[in-house]
């Protein structure tokens, strides 16, 4: 009898575990499922792509490491199904991000400063001129070029001529400089130092005397690239624990303050914003789709995820191009 009830009592636990085994299986094989996407076309670019640029029916890749081809990968994305790589570009130095105008690339180099790069034929790129720095991040307005300088803040250079870029001005931070994006007048750039993370936000509306209208340096985040809409600063938490996208109110310089939070696990490395969606590059959770009908309360509407690593997303038209540290370039179509 003592033997029949041990022997019931082991094969329960045996059923209790295995129902447990499949459903934590579930769980995460549904977590991972495509919601309005799906996978149109990938390359491999050499081995670690953090930065992607559209124009045209070319997208231009920053794979920052292994330069086979590595370094900026120019890709044919006319048909979607089978992108095809045309060049690259590398001339030393670690590639961090790519703004593309045109026909002119400029190139965030960790080591050598801005490069500037005639991109008209992907199949022989023609370096124009250089600014010596240590960018990790660039935007490009109008005949303005924003740098963000690791060790010299916020850089503001003249590129109307791209084979002789005049500086302009520099707002010097305390800490490094990794990120910026530009909103009408503002700059909003990620200042790192020590154990805090800041974002700032610096008026720009005269390119010869920027200054500071207002910051905020929580505790315990490491803000990563911040984006800019409307009222809003959208931006991602690159600490080791993860921490979603932060949404911060910036109606009032003031009393900057967060409003709103959206983590839906994993670390956000990028998005950007189109229509009215807000496209994640989680690095742990692949391409994330959030609805901003409500900016402060965004729902996740899409996913895709084939293994994770993606650091940065450009949106044009339906398709969404993931640059994927691993994985190279991934086109993804946004459906419904």
Known sequence: MLKARKKII??????????VAVTISLIFLFRYIPINTRELGQINTGGQAIDVDIEGEIAYVVDMMDYNPGGLVFINV?????????????????LRAVDVAGTIGFLANQINGLEVVNVSNPLFPIKLDSYAGSVFDVQVKGELAYLADWNNGLIILNVSNPSDLTFISQFPISGACIHVDIYEDIACISDH??????IRLINVSDPLNPFQIGSYAPNGVDFWNPIIEGDYVYVGNHAIDGGGLHIIDISNPSNIHQVGLYHGGGSIFAACIHDTKIFCAN?????????????????????????????????????????DHNDGLEIVEILN
Do not use: C, W
């Open 10 to 19: 082991l094969i329960s636990l045996t059923i209790i575990v295995s129902v």
């Open 193 to 198: 130092y020590g154990d805090y993370t800041a």
């Open 78 to 94: 006319s048909d979607p199904y089978h992108p095809n790589q045309l060049g690259s570009f590398y001339d030393g130095g670690v």
């Open 283 to 323: 690095y742990e959770m692949g391409l994330e789709v959030l609805d901003m009908v409500n900016p402060v309360n965004l729902q996740k509407i899409g996913q895709y995820f084939d293994g994770g690593h993606a650091h940065d997303v450009a949106v044009v038209n339906n398709r969404a191009y993931v640059a």
